[in-house]
């Protein structure tokens, strides 16, 4: 039988994954792997464009000279496709094989649970608490792996900015605090819708479930007008809580646009100034402009996982009250395993 314990999201995920970290491990390595990649190909082709500009005196030898940084350009590209795949096969391997343990983990728990305890919940809701965790960890776990990647590769860029031009380091770091600024000041309130809007789903489903499952008393007493209204009020519920999240998500994107555009605003003035002044060449320009949209682009893309994240944190903080409702019904800690010597039908 499973023992009563409280659990927090983190603590749950953390135990679920006990017995996968040399997966956790390689997930990290390929992101490792991306974050370097990604900064080394803007980097080559700043190569390839500076050894372009300085042979226009004699562009007979371009090609002969220029094969070598091609080559590795083109290898770049390819070793990240193979990484990409790679990524994908080690999670056929992991995500079916959790899904399975949280599904069980939490069916088992909650098949322990009083008779009491069934009556008081939807049976539609309880079984889509656990639909939810299961691929809510998944996905949690996702976009993490993908955060990573980002910061490493945020990491390196900045590094390599550091040794071509520290100007443009700067102006770098300088945006990425405007944009956690802009994603801090957010993070708190979508949460919390998030989290009401999580309830009501959660609610509306258990609630047609429910009145699903009764339908022949639904028809026996004629309810079918006031099962309309009931499902229908909280269908309504739900689709307020999500307006009010999708709104204040909207709000966070805006503030997002205007930190990028000020961003790519800055780069590209400075780097008109810089090249007037012969202080950066045409190759920086095209390294540091690439660098800069690829990381905005990247970012971007995180950043619209934000509101996945902030969902899926809040379906699993809600599906959590399975494991963190203790039973009421328990074995004594002295009890022992029931020996049956002899049974009889009277």
Known sequence: MLKNKSYSL??????????????IA???????????????????????????????????QVLSILMPFIALYTLLWLSLGLS??????????????????????????????????FQNNFAGSLVNRIVDMQWGIIDILTILDDVLAQILGLAIAIATLLYVNPLFALILVA??????AITILFLKPIQRLSHLFA???????GSMVDSVSNNINIRLFAKHAYENQYVGKAIED??????????????????????????????????????SKNQVSIGDFTFIM??????????????????????????????????NAPHEI?????????????????
């Open 10 to 23: 983190t603590a749950f995920i953390l135990t679920v994954l006990k017995s996968h970290w040399s997966y």
């Open 26 to 60: 390689l997930f990290f390595g390929v992101a490792l792997f991306w974050a370097v990649n990604n900064t080394m190909q803007p980097y080559v082709l700043k190569l390839i464009i500076d050894k372009a500009v300085s042979l226009q005196a004699d562009k007979t």
């Open 84 to 117: 990409m795949r790679l990524l994908d096969w080690f999670k056929l391997k992991l995500f079916p094989q959790l899904r399975l343990e949280v599904m069980a983990k939490m069916f088992a728990y909650l098949n322990q649970h009083s008779f009491r305890y």
């Open 175 to 180: 945006w990425v605090f405007i944009f956690l």
């Open 199 to 205: 309830q009501a789903r959660t609610s509306l489903v």
């Open 238 to 275: 739900t689709v307020q809580k999500d307006r009010n999240m999708l709104k204040k998500i909207v709000h966070m994107r805006m503030c997002w646009d205007l930190s990028i555009i000020l961003l790519l605003g800055i780069n590209l003035i400075t780097l008109a100034v810089l090249y």
């Open 290 to 323: 690439s660098l800069s949209i690829s990381i905005l682009w990247n970012l971007w893309f995180i950043a619209g996982q934000f509101v996945s994240f902030a969902e899926q944190v809040g379906k699993c903080q809600q599906a959590l009250a399975i494991m």
């Open 330 to 346: 328990t074995d004594s800690s002295k009890a022992k395993p029931l020996q049956v010597s002899q049974g009889i039908i009277e």
